[in-house]
C-alpha cells in the first residue's frame, strides 16, 4: 500500500484550517451574542435623563428582560421569531423615545410628549431651515430618520438574535431566568440601590411607558380641557369705550426679552452682570424722571417656544403645547392687542423673529405687522437674531412714532438674547442707525447649537451679556425717546436652556412696568410689585395667563 505523503500533508493542514474556522466562526458568534445582550440591557437600562446616565444606572437588573426571555421560552419557534421582532421594534422606539425625551428635557425641561409635541416638528424645521437653509434642513431631517431607522434595526438585530439563542439553549436559559428572578426579588424587596434614586431592582422601561401612556391620555383630553377654559372670558363682550381708559392717549410697548429668565436675575453665575445692568437702568430712569415696578410670571414653557408664552400673555389663557396655539388663534379670544385696537389705539407687531408668512398674526388684531424684512435692515445677522434690538427699536421709533401720530400700542419680541447668545451687537447713536450697515463687521453665522460644544461657562457669560445688552437698550430706547405718554411693559418670555440655568430651575421670568406717568403707576399699587427695574425674590409671582385679566382690570 502506497502512502501518498504530500496528500496526508495537505489533508492535515486543511484540518487544521478547518477547525480554526470553526474556532473563529464560534468566536465570532459568541461575540455577537454578547453585543447583542449588551445592547438590549443598554437599550431597557437607559435613562431618559441625561442626568441620571451613570455606570450604577446600568448595573442593575431589568425585570422587563426576565418577563421577555420567559415569553420566548414558552412559545414554538415561529412564533418566538415574529414576538422577537415584534419586541424589537417596540424596545428600539423605546429608545428613540428616550432621546427625544433627552432633548426635549435639556432644551424645553419636560419630556416628549407623544400627542401634543408632533406639530412642533413643523417650527423646529423652520428653525433649521433659517439657520442652515433649505439644503441644511434636508440633511438634518434625513439624518434624524435613518438615525431612528438604525437604531431600530440594530436593536430588532439584537433582540432576535437573542431569541435564537434562547430556543437553542432553553435549559441554560431557564437557569438564567430563574437564577435572575431570585436576584431582582432578593434585591427588590429592601428596596437596595447603588445609589440614590437608582435601585438595583429596574424596572425604568416599563415605568417609562406607564409615564408616557398617562401622558397621552392627558393629550388626548387636554383640547376639550382647552375649549372649556376658552370660554371663560370676563372681558367678552366688553364695550370699546370701557376698554383701558386709564391708558387713554399713551403709547404703550409691550416687549418680550428673548430667554430673559428668573435665573438672570437670582443665579450667582449670571446675576452680577444683570442685576448691575438693571440697577444702572434704574438709577438712570429715575434721573430722568422715569419710575419702575417690577415681579415675577411664571412662563408656560421653557427652553424655547417663544410663541407659547408671548400667545400665553396676551390671551390670558395657558397656552403650553402646539394644539392649543393653533387652537387659540382659530378662534376669536380678545387679546391685549385686540382690546388695544377696539379701544381705537393703532396696534402693531414688530417681529424681527419672523421671516416668512404669519397668517395667526391677524388674530391678534394687529393694524400693521413689521416682519424681519419690513424694516429695511441691511447689516449682518448676530447668531440666530437677525438685526439687533436696537435697530428693531428704532425702527418702530420711526415708523409710529413720529410727531403727531395717533396712540399706538406695540407687541415686540425681541430677538438679541436669543441663543448661542454671541456676539453681543455694540450699542451705536440712535441717529446713526440708518439701515443698519452700521453694525457690519459685528455679525456672527454661529448656529443656536454650538452653545452645546462651547464651555458652558463662557456659556453662561455670553448669555448674561446678551439680557445685560437688552436691557441696556430698552433704558437707552426710554432715556431718548420716552416722554410723558409712554408706557413701557417688558418681561421675559421663558427662560434659556438648561446648560445656561441648570437642573431644577423654575419657569419664572420677571416682568416690569416704566412710566413717566406716576397715575399710571398708582394703578398697580395693589400688586405690590418692587420698585425698580430688579424684582426682588419676594415679589409676587404669577400665572403668565393671569396677566391680562390683572391688566384690563387695572386700567379699565
Request: cysteine-free; overall charge neutral.
Amino acid at each position: 500500500m502506497l502512502v501518498n505523503r504530500s496528500g496526508l500533508v495537505e489533508q492535515a493542514a486543511d484540518g487544521r484550517a478547518d477547525r480554526r474556522g470553526t474556532r473563529a466562526r464560534r468566536v465570532l458568534a459568541v461575540g455577537a451574542t454578547v453585543v447583542a445582550a449588551l445592547l438590549v440591557w443598554v437599550a431597557l437600562l437607559a435613562p431618559a435623563d441625561l442626568s441620571r446616565f451613570s455606570v450604577p444606572a446600568f448595573l442593575r437588573v431589568p425585570v422587563e428582560a426576565l418577563v421577555a426571555v420567559v415569553l420566548l421560552l414558552v412559545l414554538p419557534p415561529r412564533a418566538r421569531r415574529v414576538v422577537a421582532v415584534v419586541l424589537g421594534v417596540l424596545l428600539g422606539l423605546l429608545v428613540v423615545l428616550k432621546a427625544l425625551d433627552i432633548g426635549f428635557d435639556l432644551v424645553l425641561y419636560r419630556p416628549f410628549d407623544l400627542v401634543l409635541d408632533w406639530p412642533l416638528l413643523g417650527p423646529a424645521l423652520d428653525f433649521v431651515r433659517v439657520t442652515y437653509g433649505g439644503v441644511g434642513a434636508v440633511v438634518a431631517v434625513g439624518s434624524a430618520v435613518l438615525l431612528a431607522l438604525g437604531v431600530i434595526a440594530a436593536v430588532v438585530w439584537a433582540v432576535t438574535r437573542l431569541a435564537g439563542v434562547v430556543g437553542r439553549r432553553r435549559t441554560a436559559a431557564t437557569r438564567a431566568v430563574v437564577v435572575f428572578a431570585v436576584a431582582w426579588i432578593t434585591v427588590s424587596a429592601p428596596g437596595l440601590a447603588l445609589e440614590p434614586g437608582t435601585p438595583l431592582a429596574a424596572h425604568s422601561a416599563a415605568t417609562l411607558v406607564g409615564d408616557h401612556a398617562r401622558a397621552v391620555a392627558a393629550g388626548l383630553r387636554d383640547r376639550d380641557e382647552f375649549d372649556r377654559v376658552s370660554t371663560v372670558d370676563a372681558f367678552r363682550g366688553t364695550p370699546a369705550d370701557e376698554l383701558l381708559t386709564s391708558l387713554r392717549g399713551k403709547d404703550v410697548m409691550v416687549v418680550f426679552v428673548e430667554s430673559y429668565g428668573r435665573s438672570a436675575v437670582e443665579d450667582p453665575a449670571l446675576s452680577p452682570v444683570v442685576d448691575a445692568a438693571l440697577d444702572a437702568g434704574t438709577r438712570q430712569l429715575d434721573a430722568a424722571g422715569f419710575a419702575s415696578r417690577s415681579g415675577f410670571l411664571t412662563s408656560p414653557t421653557a427652553g424655547g417656544g417663544s410663541w407659547l408664552a408671548q400667545a400665553t400673555l396676551l390671551s390670558g389663557l395657558r397656552v403650553d403645547n402646539q394644539q392649543r396655539y393653533r387652537t387659540l388663534v382659530a378662534g376669536d379670544r380678545l387679546t391685549l392687542t385686540s382690546a388695544f385696537h377696539q379701544a381705537s389705539w393703532r396696534s402693531v407687531g414688530v417681529l424681527p423673529g419672523i421671516t416668512q408668512a404669519w397668517p395667526e398674526g391677524r388674530f391678534f388684531g394687529y393694524d400693521r405687522i413689521y416682519a424681519a424684512a419690513d424694516v429695511g435692515y441691511a447689516g449682518p445677522r448676530f447668531g440666530y437674531a437677525t438685526m439687533p434690538d436696537q435697530y428693531a427699536l428704532g425702527a418702530f421709533q420711526r415708523a409710529e412714532r413720529a410727531p403727531g401720530h395717533r396712540p399706538v400700542m406695540a407687541a415686540m419680541p425681541l430677538v438679541s438674547s436669543h441663543a448661542p447668545w454671541s456676539p453681543v451687537p455694540k450699542p451705536v447713536d440712535w441717529n446713526a442707525l440708518g439701515d443698519g450697515s452700521v453694525f457690519a463687521g459685528g455679525g456672527s453665522d454661529d448656529p443656536p447649537e454650538s452653545i452645546f460644544g462651547r464651555d458652558p461657562a463662557t456659556v453662561r457669560t455670553d448669555y448674561a451679556t446678551s439680557i445685560a445688552y437688552s436691557i441696556d437698550t430698552l433704558v437707552s430706547y426710554v432715556r431718548t425717546y420716552g416722554d410723558d405718554n409712554l408706557v413701557l411693559l417688558f418681561l421675559g418670555d421663558h427662560q434659556p436652556a438648561q446648560v445656561v440655568t441648570g437642573e431644577g430651575a423654575t419657569k419664572d421670568v420677571p416682568i416690569t412696568l416704566v412710566a413717566r406717568d406716576r397715575a399710571v403707576l398708582a394703578h398697580t399699587d395693589p400688586w405690590s410689585w418692587t420698585p425698580g427695574l430688579n424684582p426682588a425674590p419676594t415679589a409676587p409671582t404669577w400665572p403668565m395667563e393671569s396677566f391680562r385679566d390683572r391688566f384690563l382690570t387695572a386700567f379699565r
